[in-house]
């Protein structure tokens, strides 16, 4: 089975504070994914990356950024932290680069900015 | 611009009896369509997903419909059972996407009654 892990399943921050949201996968994944899920907005696609140090923004990018130094390893990083980052955050990772198969996701990190 | 949408934010059913869960979307682009479920505290698993070469999908209790002409499409699960009490999203992809990001809706909350 694959696993998706996420270091943190809680985490409450002060506005302007630098935050990190690690990732996990342990299937030698390529793909990986950041999401975030807002009640009535369903899940956002924040950033995506299809190879180590390769990125591309999602829909929604502003206000973060992401790492990817190690294949297995895929990071979020809040800037400056503001009240509207407020979320629960997923992240996903798939295996192969065909657009019809699954992703697979962690358990989540919900955020609390104050 | 949601391209998924989701218009029912809830659905309540009785034990043994159909839940239908129904998706539309806007992009005639999409040609790849996922249901995920969520439970709270746990990120979304896969159920069930349907080509648009196809019109209905079934794999157990589940069942995934696609009227491409209404672009709509929709689930159903019979019978239902208390334990598929949760979150269901709704998920489309094409192949000109990049790398097969999926664009989610906005998720409907099914309770199953015992």
């Known amino acids: 089975d694959v696993k998706v892990t996420q270091s943190s399943r809680y985490l409450v921050k002060r506005t302007g504070e630098k935050v990190f949201l690690e990732c996990v996968q342990d299937m030698d994944h390529e793909n990986m994914f950041w999401y975030r899920q807002d009640p009535g907005l369903g899940l956002r696609l924040i950033y995506f990356s299809y190879d180590v140090k390769m990125k591309e923004k999602g829909d929604i990018p502003e206000g973060y950024s992401v790492s990817r130094e190690k294949k297995e390893r895929f990071s979020l990083i809040l800037e400056s932290a503001s009240t509207n980052q407020t979320s629960m955050y997923l992240c996903?990772?798939?295996?192969?680069?065909?657009?019809?198969?699954?992703?697979?996701f962690g358990n989540g990190t919900r955020l609390t900015v104050t | 611009d949601q391209q998924v949408k989701q218009n029912s934010p809830s659905l309540s059913v009785q034990e043994g009896r159909i839940s239908i869960l129904n998706c539309d979307y806007t992009?005639?682009?999409?040609?790849?369509f996922l249901w995920y479920k969520k439970y709270p505290a746990e990120g979304p698993t896969f159920l069930i997903s349907?080509?648009?070469?196809?019109d209905k999908n079934e794999d157990g209790r589940f069942t995934v419909f696609l009227n491409k002409s209404a672009k709509h499409l929709s689930l159903h699960i019979v019978p239902s059972q208390p334990g598929d009490s949760a979150v269901y999203f709704c998920?489309?992809?094409?192949?000109?996407?990049?790398?097969?990001?999926?664009?989610f809706g906005q998720g409907t909350i099914l309770t199953v009654h015992p």
């Open positions: 992009n005639s682009m999409f040609d790849y």
């Open positions: 998920a489309a992809s094409y192949g000109g996407t990049s790398y097969g990001k999926l664009t």
């Open positions: 996903a990772s798939r295996g192969s680069s065909s657009y019809n198969s699954p992703l697979h």
């Open positions: 349907i080509s648009s070469i196809k």
